[in-house]
């Protein structure tokens, strides 16, 4: 289902298209396409997206699977707003807001997820066992790191839970920018994204 203002039917809907809050994480769009492509998307995904941030994620999601339901986590009610804001400019009815803290709201949510999506949440493995507990038979779970220390988390959690078919990727992106006279190709932060399956 196009969104008026995105009516395409592939995702990378640029970055300055979204209304965003001052400190408030954006996915990239670059990143975005990855962390997309590793979710491995149904028409009738149930998506939980943990520490939606700006609400990207929701919105591309809900864009792709217009049968599908996107549950966007977020602890700070401005930052719902903004969501919410973001998802009406693209026209996507399919996002439920939660605001609450993971991994102690998880246990309200109103649908079973079969993909999930940790953007943020600073108890990343407490949040990963609890999603483990929710993710049905051949579920998937895409999980971001920005620095070594949330890098070994995520990876040590993978062991523990026997997460399968596990892949890393680091984004690793320059974009043109134009700065004073001249024009440069500057770095987007890398990110490791990572993913697996739940095949018990």
């Excluded at 491995?40 to 699977?65: H, K, N, Q, S, Y």
């Excluded at 051949?138 to 790191?145: D, N, P, S, Y």
């Amino acid at each position: 289902m196009p969104s008026p203002i995105w009516p395409y039917v592939t995702p990378g809907i640029p970055d300055n298209m979204f209304d965003r809050l001052p400190g408030i994480p954006l996915s990239k769009r670059e990143v975005r396409l990855l962390l997309i492509s590793h979710l491995r998307l149904t028409p009738d995904t149930v998506l939980w997206d943990i520490g939606a941030g700006t609400g990207t994620i929701p919105v591309e999601v809900g864009l792709l699977c217009p049968q599908g339901k996107i549950i966007a986590i977020e602890r700070d009610e401005e930052v719902a707003g903004l969501i919410r804001g973001n998802c009406d400019r693209f026209s996507v009815p399919n996002v439920d807001i939660i605001v609450g803290s993971a991994p102690e709201c998880l246990k309200d949510l109103s649908a079973p997820p079969n993909r999930v999506c940790i953007e943020g949440g600073r108890p990343i493995k407490d949040i990963l066992f609890e999603v483990w507990r929710y993710l049905p038979h051949q579920g998937r779970v895409v999980v971001t790191a920005g620095n070594l220390e949330n890098l070994y988390s995520v990876s040590e959690t993978f062991a523990q839970l026997q997460v399968r078919n596990i892949e890393v990727v680091q984004s690793a992106v320059n974009r043109l920018e134009t700065r004073g006279n001249h024009q440069i190709f500057a770095a987007v932060d890398p990110i490791f994204i990572l993913s697996g399956e739940k095949l018990e």
